[in-house]
């Protein structure tokens, strides 16, 4: 868990420099976020909020981060994007979520690999090996602990001092993964190395770790006097840090030393100190070790009864260091159940939207479809009422013209009765008296059959071309007596005074006058209205 404090709380360090979780400051980054519209702005306010809350409500860091992802802009924002993806995964390791907290360390990798970032694969590949190593898999942290190692040649200033610092936790983690496999050679070779960068990068408690570390290994070794100098000198790192947590630690470790050495009075009173140290701070791990030890100098000096005191002690203290870590993982189970049951709604609420969306684009696209099959059945509906329009308006026209034709016929027809009756009244003149009577009678027989077969076929093509003229007229019009819808029907015709007298045997004049008597009973007197124009329209 060492390990782990020093790279996952890394990840959300700014240049190491670690955000207090204080409510002035969180005040002030909601009121800038508040103000701003820029994607890149409200990114980094939610990333520095995440950071906030990390100390005592990880559902909340985790909420901000995921609104961090939300609003970034992938295309441009690389380095951002990388740190956003670190952080949550840096949260999600801290919660034990190791499976998901590998997720988002790899979608950061294919970032910075994609965008050739090549200073963010650094702490990338050293949390992938945190991960791993958190989960027992040590070989897999190895490999992405030297994947590190790998790229510090490609990196451009290796002195600057975040660099160092990530260089000297990644030596210090290869250190103690090769320690568990108790090869001491190679862990002594790692954290040396984490003591020569920390020596020039000024990195003080990180040389402190790397100090005990190397102290436990030379414990493990049988050097005890080489492990009492890194003891010594981690402790007094420890006292100038001022970090009673950590002064508790190293006189523990001291306290092993003396013990081993079998030095009982140095043991007692260095296991003391670690004991008062580990009260101040409510260390229960830290207590516990000191009672260990102090159980084990009172009974190796016969002290039998304060051995069995500090036993007991070191008992309760055991139960309550397990009571510990059971709540402290109930915590993050239910930090965990909580930021689960919190993604869960936004699952549900991203697919209810989608499924509003769905059916709203459904409905639209139907409605579509109802618009585009009325408009094809309207437009065919339309092209076959405009084909039967023009179908009827050639039939029309056609009989027009036929009954124009017969018309025509008709008045040539007339012509040619008056004509004869013309001659046979000039023949009548000549004739013998008894004759004379007779030929008067064919006179009249003609003109009365000619009036009466020109009107009555005239009619009959009429009504079959212009069907509803005469129902009309008579609806708007029924003072008028046959010989004026007579008239109208012939001008209806659009034919000329000449022509209606040829049919009606009536002369030009004679017409004129009733054709100004048809114009009064129409209501068109005093009006410039023409008189065929207003007839074609009824």
Request: overall charge neutral.
């Amino acid at each position: 868990m060492k390990r782990l404090g020093i790279l996952v709380l890394g990840l959300l360090i700014n240049a190491h420099i670690l955000y207090a979780q204080n409510q002035f400051v969180i005040d002030s980054l909601e009121t800038e976020l508040r103000n701003t519209k820029s994607d890149t702005v409200q990114a980094q306010l939610y990333l520095d909020l995440s950071k906030q809350y990390f100390g005592n409500n990880l559902v909340t860091s985790l909420e901000y981060v995921d609104k961090g992802i939300s609003v970034i802009d992938t295309t441009v924002n690389t380095i951002q994007l990388i740190r956003i993806y670190r952080a949550k995964g840096g949260i999600l390791t801290y919660l034990g979520s190791y499976q998901e907290a590998n997720q988002y360390f790899l979608k950061a990798l294919r970032v910075a690999q994609s965008r050739n970032e090549i200073e963010e694969l650094l702490p990338i590949y050293s949390n992938l090996g945190v991960i791993h190593e958190n989960m027992n898999q040590d070989n897999v942290a190895l490999e992405y602990y030297f994947k590190a190692l790998d790229i510090l040649p490609k990196i451009n200033n290796l002195e600057q001092s975040h660099i160092r610092s990530r260089l000297g936790a990644l030596y210090d983690n290869l250190g103690s993964i090769y320690m568990k496999k108790k090869e001491y050679e190679s862990a002594d070779k790692y954290f040396e190395k984490t003591l020569e960068i920390t020596q020039s990068s000024g990195e003080v408690s990180l040389r402190m770790y790397g100090l005990r570390n190397l102290g436990e290994s030379k414990m493990e070794q049988g050097e005890e006097e080489k492990a009492f100098e890194y003891f010594t000198e981690a402790l007094a790192l420890a006292k100038d840090l001022n970090r009673d947590d950590e002064i508790s630690i190293c006189y523990y470790h001291l306290a092993s030393y003396y013990l081993s050495t079998n030095k009982l009075k140095e043991a007692l009173e260095v296991a003391t100190n670690c004991y008062q140290y580990a009260g101040r701070v409510g260390s229960v791990s830290s207590l516990q070790k000191a009672t260990q030890i102090m159980y084990k100098v009172q009974f190796a000096n016969g002290n039998y009864k304060l051995a069995f005191e500090n036993l007991l002690t070191n008992k309760e203290l055991s139960d309550s260091l397990l009571n510990e870590s059971v709540i402290d993982k109930i915590a993050r189970a239910q930090s965990k159940y909580e930021y689960d049951r919190l993604v869960e709604k936004q699952l549900l609420d991203q697919e209810t939207v989608r499924l509003r969306n769905i059916m709203i684009n459904s409905f639209l696209l139907l409605g579509l479809l109802i618009v585009v099959a009325l408009f094809f059945l309207l437009r065919g509906r339309f092209n076959r009422i405009k084909i039967q329009k023009a179908s009827l308006e050639r039939e029309v026209e056609l009989k027009n013209k036929e009954l124009t034709t017969n018309v025509l016929y008709l008045v040539k027809k007339n012509d040619y009765l008056n004509s004869v009756s013309e001659k046979l009244l000039e023949l009548k003149k000549s004739a013998k008296t008894e004759n004379k009577l007779e030929i008067q009678k064919i006179i009249n027989d003609l003109q009365q059959s000619s009036d009466q077969e020109v009107w009555e076929e005239f009619e009959m093509r009429f009504q079959q071309v212009h069907n509803d003229f005469y129902t009309n007229l008579q609806k708007k019009f029924p003072d008028l007596s046959m010989a004026e819808r007579k008239l109208a029907a012939f001008l209806r015709l659009d034919m000329t005074s000449k022509e209606i007298a040829s049919i009606t045997g009536q002369s030009v004049k004679s017409l004129e006058v009733a054709r100004a008597r048809l114009r009064k009973k129409l209501g068109l007197t005093n009006q410039d209205v023409n008189l065929v124009t207003f007839l074609l329209e009824i």
